[in-house]
C-alpha cells in the first residue's frame, strides 16, 4: 500500500499546469497495474464503490499521451480520492498482495506467492518468527531454483562453477536436483552472479538473500 501511495503522491507533483508532465505517462501504467491487483472486498463498504471508480479512471490515465488542463484537474482529484480510499483498506479477503511474475515457472510460482501470501497474513502478524524463517527459505528456494534452471544456459552456468555442488566422487551433482543450500553456495560464485546480472535477476536474488539473512539473525 506504501508504494501506491507513493505513486499517487508523484502523480499530484505532477498534475499542476505548470509542471513537466511527461512522468504521468509512466506514472499512472504503473497505479493501473498496482490498483488492479487489490480486492474491492478488501475495502470497507462504504469505500467499495469510490475504489472502483478510482481503478476505472486509473486505467482511463493509463492510455493517454496528452494531458489538456480540464484532464489534469480531474486527475489530481482522482489522485487525492485514491489516497483516502487507501485508508480504508483492510487486507481481509484474501487478495493478491503481491505478484511473482518474474518467475517464470507456473507452479513454483503458485507455491511461492501462496507462501508469501501466508508470511504477510498469518505467520509475520502472529509474531511466530521460526515458522517465518521457514516460509522465507521456501520462498527464497523457489525463486532461487527458478533463476538457475530457467533455461538451459542459466543451468550450465551453475554446474560450471567451481562451487557446485559435488556428487561423492567428485562428479557435479545435477542443479535441477540440488537443494537449497547448494542453490545458495552456488549463488556465491563470481561466474554465476555475473551471469545472473546480465539476465537481469541478480537484484532480486540478492534482495531476497539479503531479507532472509537479517531476518534469520534477528528472529532466529
Known amino acids: 500500500m506504501q508504494y501506491i501511495e507513493a505513486i499517487l503522491k508523484e502523480i499530484l507533483k505532477y498534475t499542476p499546469r505548470d509542471k513537466d508532465h511527461g512522468a504521468l505517462f509512466n506514472l499512472f501504467p504503473q497505479l493501473f497495474d498496482e ?8 475495502f470497507a463498504p462504504r469505500s467499495r464503490g469510490v475504489f472502483m471508480e478510482v481503478l476505472r479512471a486509473s486505467k482511463k490515465w493509463s492510455t493517454k499521451t496528452s494531458f489538456y488542463d480540464e484532464q489534469l484537474v480531474e486527475a489530481e482529484q482522482m489522485a487525492k480520492d485514491a489516497i483516502e480510499v487507501l485508508g480504508d483498506h483492510k487486507q481481509e479477503s484474501g487478495g493478491t498482495i503481491r505478484g511473482f511474475s518474474f518467475v517464470i515457472r507456473h507452479g513454483i510460482r503458485e507455491i511461492v506467492a501462496r507462501d508469501y501470501e501466508d508470511l504477510e497474513r498469518n505467520l509475520l502478524p502472529a509474531g511466530s518468527w521460526k515458522c ?3 516460509a522465507c527459505g521456501s520462498i527464497l528456494e523457489g525463486v532461487l531454483f527458478d ?22 566422487h567428485g ?17 556465491q560464485d563470481e561466474d554465476v552472479v555475473r551471469h545472473l546480472r546480465l539476465a537481469g535477476a541478480k537484484d532480486k536474488v540478492a534482495g531476497f538473500l539479503l531479507r532472509l539473512r537479517s531476518f534469520r539473525a534477528k528472529h532466529g
Request: net charge positive.
Open 35 to 42: 490498483l488492479q491487483q487489490l480486492n474491492p472486498e478488501d
Open 132 to 134: 517465518a524463517v521457514i
Open 147 to 168: 533463476v538457475l534452471t530457467k533455461t538451459p544456459a542459466e543451468v550450465r552456468a551453475t554446474m560450471a562453477s567451481p562451487k557446485a555442488p559435488k556428487k561423492r
Open 171 to 187: 562428479v557435479t551433482r545435477d542443479i535441477t536436483k540440488d537443494t537449497f543450500e547448494d542453490d545458495c553456495r552456488s549463488l
